[in-house]
Structure formats: structure tokens, C-alpha cells
């Protein structure tokens, strides 16, 4: 049987001629437009501005995503987890947090199945890599939520499962699609990376108005390559410089992620030790507690050593932030996204 057309991811130009080639108008093709991007309605049956016979040739030559909602975890904080099959049968996962004191909504998305990084402290990198997800896979995790909520996403942060960088054309589709048609504001969009120099370089040269976050979660070249493989292709020291000509050629500001581990890079002196190396680099800092889990050796940090850590920063003149933990009791705090069905 053929494929059958996916409309999610698709300009207003290429729903027109969709349409066209199957004896629609142009104006139907708006209309499958508003209701794709705007409203998020969960299925073609919902388009019910359309005529019947309409909804009828949509349903047999097209679909609206390629992968479908399987699962869904419910935190007591009232985050989200969800599990999407995708077409292939790999599983793809999400996280949407609403935060108590902000009316935002913010997705926390995947662009790859699997990772082939392999951080010693990530869920995500014990599946390995699997595959890249395509744009429409992408765009698809924001677009189930919203029909599954029925809110509108207001924040995009690209730290789910997968090395984005990894999968830039992608990548690159996929924010432009979230900007111009699901009117996700550039700075409302977060892309994080495990430091790929290259790829980091590439983006300095495009109109990239988001935020690129960096997972540096150490202070020096000795700590950050024992717990991330990818600092022995590219040092710490290359990638600093290579941070500091982004924010520079930007004008953008980079968030370090540092993600704090009792006893292996929370000392009074690796806070100073990283004050010393981003002194220069136009950026805040985000502080994450890790989230202890029986799946792997690595524990939280005191409540003390955050507070002194979080102190020796902001006394060396960065903005510091501690992310809130969401989800640790449905496995959907960062790090924690492992798909399991994944085989
Ligand atoms: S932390 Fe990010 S880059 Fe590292 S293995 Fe996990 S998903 Fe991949």
C-alpha cells in the first residue's frame, strides 16, 4: 500500500498543491492549514470546517502525523511524559512542564531515537543510536501534545533524547516550521548540545535567533572527558573558544548546563575552577540536581554544596539558576528518557 501523505510540517504552498492535485481549492488547503498550526485538532474527523467529502479524500490519501501517542505519564507535579511510536515501530519520547509560577508551557522534544554520545550519566545514551528522527518527527512531538492538552506550547527546549547538532538540517527545518507556523518565538526556543565544535560553528553562521544551551557539566578537560565521551574529540579549552567566538558573532548569550553529581564535579573547587574557564564567555548558568535513580551509581549532591556552588558563580559576576526538578517520579527529569520500548 503507498504511503499516505503527511500534512504535518507542510508550508501553506505544498498543502495547496496537495489539494490541488486531488480536486480541492486553495482555500481548503488554508483550512487544513489553521487547523494544523493553529488549533492542533487531534484528528481529520475534527476538521469540521471542511465538507465531508473533503474530510473523506483526507482521510484516505493523507494522515496528519506519521508517529501516535502509545503512552503517557502523569507527574505529581503535573508533568508530563510522553511515549510516541513512531511509523518504523522505534519509540520517540517528550516531557511538557508547566512551571508554577509562569503561564508558560515548555516541551522538552527529541531529535534523535537513541544517542550515540554516550554521557556516563545519561538513560538516553544506554540505547545507543538507533536513528535521527525526520523533521515531520519532530515537529510531530509538539504538534500531539497541543492536540492532547488542547494548549498551546510556549517554550521548545531540544534536550530530549538525541545530539541535535547531530541532526542539523533537521534540526534547522524543524525550528523554522515552529517559527513561522506554530509562531514559536525564536527566543522561546532552546537547542542544547554535548559541545560539537563543527556543527556550533555552522550555526554561528545562520540566522539562529534561539538559544544554544551547552551540557559542559564539568570544569576542565580531565572531569568532563571521564563522564563525556565527546570531550576527547573536542577538549574543553577548543571548545570554550569555540563558545566565547559564538556568543560573540551572535550577540547571543550561551546557557551552560551543569549538571551537579555528589563527589564527582560539585567541589568549592570546581565552581571556582569553572568560574575561571567561562569568566569570558558571554553566559548564565543553569545548575541541575541530579536525579538519583537505581539505574545508575552516580547521587545527588548535598544541599550544601549546591548553595556554595551556586554562591561561587554568581560571586564571580554569572547569572545562576537552579532548574526546578519536574517528573523525577515518572523518569522524565533530564537525563532520565530512555524510551524503554526501544529495543
Ligand atoms: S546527555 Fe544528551 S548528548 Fe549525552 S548521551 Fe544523553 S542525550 Fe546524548
Given at each position: 500500500?503507498?504511503?499516505?501523505?503527511?500534512?504535518?510540517?507542510?508550508?501553506?504552498?505544498?498543502?495547496?498543491?496537495?489539494?490541488?492535485?486531488?480536486?480541492?481549492?486553495?482555500?481548503?488547503?488554508k483550512?487544513?492549514?489553521n487547523?494544523?498550526?493553529?488549533?492542533?485538532?487531534?484528528?481529520?474527523?475534527?476538521?469540521?470546517?471542511?465538507?465531508?467529502?473533503?474530510r473523506?479524500?483526507?482521510?484516505?490519501k493523507?494522515?496528519i502525523?506519521?508517529?501516535?501517542?502509545?503512552?503517557?505519564?502523569?507527574?505529581?507535579?503535573?508533568?508530563?511524559?510522553?511515549?510516541?511510536?513512531?511509523?518504523?515501530?522505534?519509540?520517540?519520547?517528550?516531557?511538557?512542564?508547566?512551571?508554577d509560577?509562569?503561564?508558560?508551557l515548555?516541551?522538552?522534544?527529541?531529535?534523535?531515537?537513541?544517542?550515540?554520545?554516550?554521557?556516563?550519566?545519561?538513560?538516553?545514551?544506554?540505547?545507543?543510536?538507533?536513528?535521527?528522527?525526520?523533521?515531520?518527527?519532530?515537529?510531530?512531538?509538539?504538534?500531539?501534545?497541543?492536540?492532547d492538552?488542547?494548549?498551546?506550547?510556549?517554550?521548545?527546549?531540544?534536550?530530549?533524547?538525541?545530539?541535535?547538532?547531530?541532526?542539523?538540517?533537521?534540526?534547522?527545518?524543524?525550528?523554522?516550521?515552529?517559527?513561522?507556523?506554530?509562531?514559536?518565538?525564536?527566543?522561546?526556543?532552546?537547542?542544547?548540545?554535548?559541545?560539537?565544535?563543527?556543527?556550533?560553528?555552522?550555526?554561528?553562521?545562520?540566522?539562529?535567533?534561539?538559544?544554544?544551551?551547552?551540557?559542559?557539566?564539568?570544569?576542565?578537560?580531565?572531569?568532563?572527558?571521564?563522564?563525556?565521551?565527546?570531550?576527547?574529540?573536542?577538549?574543553?579549552?577548543?571548545?570554550?573558544?569555540?563558545?566565547?567566538?559564538?556568543?560573540?558573532k551572535t550577540?547571543?548569550?550561551?546557557?551552560?548546563?551543569?549538571?551537579?553529581?555528589?563527589?564527582?564535579n560539585?567541589?568549592?573547587?570546581?565552581?571556582?575552577?569553572?568560574?575561571?574557564?567561562?569568566?569570558?564567555?558571554?553566559?548564565?548558568?543553569?545548575?541541575?540536581?541530579?536525579?538519583?535513580?537505581?539505574?545508575?551509581?552516580?547521587?545527588?549532591?548535598?544541599?550544601?554544596s549546591?548553595?556554595?556552588?551556586?554562591?561561587?558563580?554568581?560571586?564571580?559576576?554569572?547569572?545562576?539558576?537552579?532548574?526546578?526538578?519536574?517528573?523525577?517520579?515518572?523518569?522524565?527529569?533530564c537525563?532520565?528518557?530512555?524510551?524503554?520500548?526501544?529495543?
Amino acid at each position: 500500500m503507498d504511503k499516505k501523505y503527511i500534512l504535518l510540517g507542510k508550508t501553506v504552498a505544498e498543502l495547496e498543491k496537495f489539494m490541488l492535485d486531488n480536486a480541492q481549492t486553495k482555500y481548503r488547503a488554508k483550512q487544513v492549514y489553521n487547523r494544523l498550526y493553529l488549533k492542533s485538532v487531534g484528528d481529520i474527523d475534527s476538521m469540521t470546517d471542511l465538507p465531508l467529502a473533503t474530510r473523506e479524500m483526507l482521510k484516505e490519501k493523507a494522515q496528519i502525523c506519521s508517529a501516535v501517542i502509545k503512552d503517557k505519564q502523569i507527574s505529581k507535579d503535573g508533568t508530563i511524559k510522553y511515549l510516541f511510536e513512531n511509523q518504523d515501530g522505534t519509540y520517540s519520547e517528550a516531557v511538557l512542564m508547566r512551571f508554577d509560577n509562569r503561564a508558560n508551557l515548555t516541551a522538552c522534544i527529541s531529535t534523535q531515537v537513541g544517542c550515540p554520545m554516550g554521557c556516563s550519566f545519561c538513560a538516553t545514551a544506554k540505547l545507543g543510536f538507533i536513528r535521527n528522527l525526520s523533521y515531520e518527527e519532530i515537529v510531530q512531538q509538539i504538534y500531539l501534545i497541543q492536540a492532547d492538552t488542547g494548549l498551546k506550547v510556549t517554550n521548545i527546549v531540544f534536550m530530549g533524547q538525541g545530539e541535535p547538532l547531530l541532526n542539523f538540517d533537521n534540526l534547522i527545518k524543524s525550528i523554522k516550521i515552529f517559527r513561522e507556523h506554530f509562531q514559536v518565538g525564536a527566543r522561546r526556543i532552546t537547542v542544547s548540545t554535548c559541545g560539537l565544535i563543527p556543527e556550533i560553528n555552522k550555526l554561528a553562521e545562520l540566522d539562529f535567533q534561539s538559544t544554544l544551551a551547552i551540557s559542559l557539566h564539568a570544569p576542565n578537560q580531565k572531569k568532563r572527558e571521564e563522564i563525556m565521551p565527546v570531550s576527547k574529540k573536542y577538549d574543553f579549552e577548543n571548545l570554550i573558544k569555540c563558545l566565547k567566538k559564538y556568543a560573540d558573532k551572535t550577540g547571543r548569550r550561551v546557557t551552560v548546563e551543569y549538571v551537579l553529581m555528589k563527589d564527582i564535579n560539585d567541589s568549592v573547587n570546581d565552581a571556582k575552577e569553572l568560574a575561571i574557564a567561562i569568566a569570558k564567555l558571554k553566559s548564565n548558568v543553569n545548575l541541575i540536581i541530579y536525579n538519583e535513580n537505581e539505574k545508575s551509581h552516580y547521587k545527588k549532591p548535598l544541599k550544601e554544596s549546591i548553595q556554595k556552588f551556586k554562591y561561587i558563580l554568581e560571586a564571580s559576576g554569572k547569572k545562576v539558576t537552579i532548574r526546578l526538578e519536574r517528573g523525577a517520579d515518572i523518569d522524565a527529569a533530564c537525563g532520565q528518557l530512555s524510551a524503554k520500548f526501544n529495543k
